[in-house]
């Protein structure tokens, strides 16, 4: 399992756009699930879950991106990310961690503040 912060520049739809292309053409190219979206005392935020199965050796790795747009440019990315265990000995080879350094490293490509 990993978590990760990050601040990218620009507007919530264009960054989420951005996010999707990139973690879709990414190594581990990650398949869109669902989202949710609200917006509350002038904020929007929006989550969104990746996952990947692999057939072989039988494992997923799930990302869970949290976009929150503040309305000052800055758009807010926190992202969790978790690796099944799989094999008979139940190991988890950090898929999870993996996945999340991946995503990390591409958004920094969208301009991130931090």
Known sequence: MAVFEKVVHGNLKDVIQNTDMLLKEGKHKLDFRDEYSMTSKGMDVTVRI????????????CITLLFQDN????????GL???DEY???GMDLGMGAR??????????SLGGAS
């Open 50 to 61: 990746y996952q990947r199965y692999n057939v072989i050796p039988g494992n997923s790795t």
């Open 71 to 78: 309305k000052d440019g800055d758009i807010k990315i926190a």
């Open 81 to 83: 990310s978790a690796g």
């Open 87 to 89: 094999g008979i000995f």
């Open 99 to 108: 996945t999340a350094q991946e995503c990390e490293e591409k958004l920094e």
